[in-house]
């Protein structure tokens, strides 16, 4: 049984690398991941909760300003628990004043708000992963997340 | 040991399941599905009581948190088939404005006629009128259409249906008591009110007395509060649970509404962790204000373009 458990943990190791989190809440709709950016950002804070985790950030725009933005995360704390990512270490990665590489893909209705698709430190390690592709069971297009 | 392979075969099936992140109209990305699709954890062929039906049991492809239902669980819509409404059942479902399914107006809607309305009409959350998207609970059908896992506690004289996502919990009664008339409940209920029965090998709940705030499922589907559902849940191997349901609904639909089969797959008790606990997350949006802070200052202005709103 203890060697059961230890495949399995390798197993949700292994689909940790393969496997994201799927979004509960209904937002993608909202979100354009065709006009998706990636940049440097200093975060401002984060919320590790339902239904979405939430990253808030600064950003330096083409002109020289600093813009705030505000973004949530496709998974919720469940996923990111399953991926490995606890609330401390989670809040511990995206504490305030830490400068991340960012990318979002931003709102169809425009603004400063967006969907987190990848966040890196700036030695490009992953940070609260939750990089997500979706099973595609029967009539799953017409059951996006 | 045939448990251990089956275990590592986990990881090969539900990665190798997997397509790219669905946003609106993406393509799908990634090798086609292949193996079982979801964490056969226990040998299906192993010998079992078709009557205990006592564990967790999920339709999530990876087991819990994320992911998407498995590939033999059926979607998270109640049907397939096309729904007969009536006048009234017409009007409450016009009157819906869910955030699933293939955006309202799009080509990839339009480019799909073989599907209901039901599923092409998704709008952002903040201009749509999911009760969900307070966090309320999800009700019946609804929740077990969820993909999270739910846990099925047995007790002598009823059945706990306890579901991961918003904690929630249903009763269904096991000790011969009627189910009401749906038109002699006074107060309507998010979770309904159950009552099972054995019919051979097969679990029959009928239900009734829903709050009608509630949706089918996510795609908006609307049910009276003279809603009666039945529910067959059958044990058919070691490790799935297949339910079949019929939705009966004279003020909304001209005729009984049959579902899509459903199922549900076992894990063991300690497949879900958090901080070396096992058994359900307790999977909940609380407080009330964490989750109005999210749709303040994320998902409204994400669907409507308009700076967050100051807190209320």
């Known amino acids: 049984m203890r060697r059961l458990v230890a495949d399995l943990s390798l197993g949700a190791a292994l689909l940790a690398a393969t496997l994201p989190a799927a979004a509960h809440h209904g937002t993608l709709i909202s979100y354009d991941r065709d006009k998706q950016w990636t940049r440097e950002a200093t975060v401002t804070s984060f919320h590790y909760a339902n239904p979405h985790p939430q990253l808030f950030f600064d950003v330096v725009d083409d002109r020289g300003s600093a813009e705030h933005w505000s973004a949530e995360m496709l998974s919720n704390p469940s996923a990111l628990l399953r991926l490995g990512w606890t609330k401390v270490r989670s809040v511990d990665a995206l504490a305030p004043g830490k400068k991340i590489n960012v990318t979002i893909a931003p709102s169809r209705a425009g603004g400063t708000v967006g969907l987190v698709l990848k966040i890196t430190d700036q030695q490009g390690a992953d940070l609260v992963s939750d990089t997500v592709s979706y099973p595609q069971p029967p009539n799953a297009a017409a059951q996006k997340p | 040991m045939r448990l251990r392979c089956v275990a590592l075969r986990i990881v090969v099936a539900a990665a190798a399941a997997c397509f790219a992140p669905a946003g609106v109209a993406q393509p799908p990305l990634g090798a086609p599905p292949s193996g079982p699709g979801y964490p056969q954890v226990y040998d299906p062929a192993m010998p079992f009581d078709a009557?205990?039906?006592?564990?967790?049991?999920?339709?999530?492809?990876?087991?819990?948190?994320?992911?998407?239902?498995?590939?033999?669980?059926?979607?998270?819509?109640?049907?397939?088939?096309?729904?007969?409404?009536?006048?009234?059942?017409?009007?409450?479902?016009?009157?819906?404005?869910?955030?699933?399914?293939?955006?309202?107006?799009?080509?990839?809607?339009?480019?799909?006629?073989?599907?209901?309305?039901?599923?092409?009409?998704?709008?952002?959350?903040?201009?749509?009128?999911?009760?969900?998207?307070?966090?309320n609970p999800m009700g019946i059908p609804r929740a077990i259409l969820y993909p999270?896992?739910?846990?099925?506690?047995?007790?002598?004289?009823?059945?706990?249906?306890?579901?991961?996502?918003?904690?929630?919990?249903?009763?269904?009664?096991?000790?011969?008591?009627?189910?009401?008339?749906?038109?002699?409940?006074?107060l309507a209920r998010w979770w309904g009110y159950a009552v099972g029965r054995w019919d051979g090998n097969t679990l029959v709940v009928t239900s009734t007395g829903y709050d009608e705030r509630t949706w089918i499922d996510h795609f908006g589907y609307p049910h009276s509060d003279r809603m009666v559902l039945e529910e067959r849940y059958t044990r058919i191997n070691y490790d799935t649970l297949e339910l079949k349901m019929v939705l009966t609904d004279p003020a909304y639909y001209a005729q009984p509404w049959v579902a899509q089969t459903k199922r549900m797959h076992l894990i063991p008790g300690n497949f879900i962790q958090s901080s070396g606990w096992s058994g359900l997350i307790e999977d909940l949006c609380a407080p009330v204000d964490e989750v109005d802070t999210f749709n303040r200052l994320i998902r409204d202005p994400a669907g409507t373009g308009k700076p967050a709103e100051p807190p209320r």
């Open chain 2, 148 to 186: 999270d896992p739910e846990e099925l506690v047995v007790l002598p004289d009823r059945i706990l249906q306890h579901f991961q996502w918003g904690y929630g919990l249903r009763t269904i009664w096991m000790d011969g008591r009627p189910l009401p008339k749906s038109e002699e409940i006074d």
């Open chain 2, 51 to 135: 009557r205990d039906i006592a564990g967790i049991w999920t339709p999530n492809v990876v087991g819990f948190g994320g992911g998407g239902r498995c590939r033999d669980c059926g979607d998270r819509g109640f049907s397939l088939e096309f729904p007969v409404f009536t006048p009234a059942g017409q009007a409450a479902f016009d009157a819906n404005t869910p955030s699933y399914g293939r955006a309202l107006g799009s080509a990839d809607a339009q480019a799909h006629p073989e599907e209901h309305i039901g599923r092409r009409r998704a709008q952002p959350p903040a201009l749509g009128n999911d009760l969900y998207q307070q966090c």
